[in-house]
């Protein structure tokens, strides 16, 4: 990885506490310029708190940290970033169009340029002709596009979206997508505090997750993953020598013979081309074969494997670790 | 200090669409015009009362035109208590009120630095107050002065004495809505103010009764709090010889005017503690986490 581009967020062992208590402990993160970036946790695991280090609106209480290449108290980085914060909540008194010039003009916009780009963003949030009414007006729905509207005004090079679409039906969350997609297209790094984990799966490059203040790991779904296939196997019965002969082939995780007359099996593959094989040891063994099921590995199964109480480093040893 | 401009003008703005400023409008207007309306049958009274007595008219700036001095001149304390109300009330939640409700992230988000948000946040509700005090004292002495014919010997200074009141409060309070919640804040302030009155209160009470150790702690209070200083110096600007004689006649029995000028010190001082409270409102904001 030293190969690739500085990257556009470093983090060192950051720290946050407050009153005693450690918000974000030891925090390390990398994002690199134009990829989407996904930062999953539980409630309360830090992430809003490290997002508002990152954007300079919580001093940390320790370690380093580099947003495009200086520190975010200066406001010549936060020129060049963007934020649609979680509490979405804006000026009531001012009209859409006004929100987006006042802070067009707080990035340093000129007027000529704010009155082209006001009604573009509008258009690209879906509030194409709805600019003109006032804030206090909208739905929540509406509130959080005209805030990702403020977020993607200025051009920035990079985008916080603290749970982007919180707010927003299934439509609404695609079109959020498709905005993200759109953005990393244009080059623009996105980092995505989200916990909706299929949205997280569809549009990022590399995820970290993130528990009681810390990075338990990061990387590419293929790196976290492994490369690892989860297979469920239904036999009628674990037969003597069975759960052996599974073990040479892959890491048994799971198995279940509390239903009388069948048995569950979960095991984890390092690669397809093992799955016949793990039927032919089946039939060597004697069982009956009800069921073979290769899985796409899922963010779901990884996040409540890390963030339960599994201790997280045994997990998957190949996935880079912060 | 162009964003601190840009964030004034927000305030600003803020501020008529909020409807503050038509409401303080109509609601002044009602108030010059129920106290001139009292003024105008004052007037009528006096002059009926010189026409019964025989006279040919009054003089204006004799004993017999004393009452209509006396209402000038509570006209005027209540342009300052006003003042001082719409200072601490309409800038109460001027950083505070942001943070609660959650607007204030996104504008710190961007390149602007906290230092210049506050002080933006400052020029703006002190430009709303000021021209708002400045409107309402001159339209009550220009009223008096239409209906009676009278004008305070130095109308000008005394408002400008005022209006540094009006200031230092509203950096007063810019400073408080960086350091507590909006609620606590409007406490403070008010208490604070307070505090400034009690000093006028123990002054004159120290100079009357002639107790050195009360008109020490008032003077005290008047250094913590020059507000009502200011409004005393003011009020002796305001004051034509007739009403200063009788004043001191009184030993400054009353505590809502005062018989001597404002020492030049606390004047200065004042506008001090005006630019300390709003420096230390930026500092303060700049180290604080949202």
Known sequence: ?322 | MHNALLIAELSLREAVRKRLVSVLLILSVLFIGFYLYGIYRLEMNLDQRAVDAGLDGRSITGLSNVPVMYSAMFGMYLVYFLGALMSVLSTVGAVSGDIENGVMQSVIARPISRAQLVLGRWIGFTVVNVVYVALLGAALLIGVYVITGYLPPSPAPALGLILLAVTLLTALTVLGSTLFTTLANGIGVFVLYGAGFTGGILNAIGTFADSPTLAALGRAANIVMPTNALWLGSSYLLQPEVLLDISRRTRGANPFFGSDPIAPGLVLWAAALAALAVAAAMWRFSRRDL
């Open chain 1, 1 to 322: 990885m030293s190969a690739a581009p500085p990257p556009i967020i470093e983090t060192h062992e950051l720290r946050k506490v407050y009153k005693g208590r450690a918000v974000v402990d030891g925090l390390s993160l990398r994002v690199l310029p134009g990829e989407v970036f996904g930062f999953l946790g539980p409630n309360g695991a830090g992430k809003s708190t490290t997002v508002k280090m990152l954007l300079g609106l919580v001093l940390p209480s320790g370690g380093q940290m580099r947003v495009l290449g200086g520190s975010p108290a200066d406001p010549a980085v936060r020129a060049r970033l963007g934020f649609l914060p979680e509490q979405f909540r804006f000026q009531t008194w001012m009209t859409g169009e006004e929100f987006l010039h006042f802070h067009g003009r707080l990035a340093g916009m000129k007027p000529g340029e704010l009155r082209a780009r006001v009604p573009q963003v509008l258009k690209t949030v879906g509030l194409g002709g709805r600019g003109g009414e006032s804030l206090g007006g909208y739905s929540k729905g509406m509130l959080q596009r005209c805030g990702l509207a403020g977020a993607i005004l200025a051009r920035p090079e990079l985008v916080f979206l603290d749970e982007p679409t919180s707010a927003l039906d299934p439509i609404g969350r695609v079109e959020v997508r498709e905005i993200i997609e759109g953005l990393r297209a244009g080059g623009v790094a996105v980092f995505l505090n989200s916990h909706l984990l299929s949205e997280v799966e569809q549009v990022c490059d590399r995820v970290a997750f993130v528990k009681e203040g810390r990075v338990l790991q990061q990387g590419s779904m293929q790196e976290l993953m492994g490369g690892v296939i989860p297979v469920g196997i239904r036999v009628d019965a674990v037969k003597p020598g069975l759960l052996e002969a599974l073990a040479v082939l892959g890491e048994v995780r799971h198995t279940d013979t509390q239903t009388p007359g069948r048995a569950e099996i979960e095991l984890w593959l390092q690669h397809a081309d093992a799955v016949p094989a793990v039927a032919d040891a089946i039939h060597a063994c004697g069982a009956r074969l009800h069921a073979l099921t290769p899985r796409r590995p899922d963010l779901e199964t990884m996040f409540l494997e890390l963030i339960e109480d599994r201790p997280a480093p045994a997990l998957t040893p190949e996935a880079v670790h912060a």
